[in-house]
């Protein structure tokens, strides 16, 4: 499963199908950041990318929360 998420943690949409099945969460996270104007966090069975405007994908850093588990 994969869920999308500003980059302040706030939850965009929950529940995607994961990459492993099909590309539906990377879609929806190109659009949304493409209409939001602003990156966006996509988190894809563990894995996180960081989806900008211009529909490129970065691998995304940890969440500052993770840091915490440490």
Known sequence: MADIYTMDAE?????????????????AAKRIAKDRGETVR???????WDV?????????ERWPSDFDDE
């Open 11 to 27: 939850e965009i949409t929950i529940g995607l199908q994961g990459s492993a099945v099909c590309d539906e969460a990377v879609q």
């Open 42 to 48: 996509l988190e894809d069975d563990g894995a996180l």
């Open 52 to 60: 900008n405007p211009d529909g490129s994908v970065e691998q995304g």
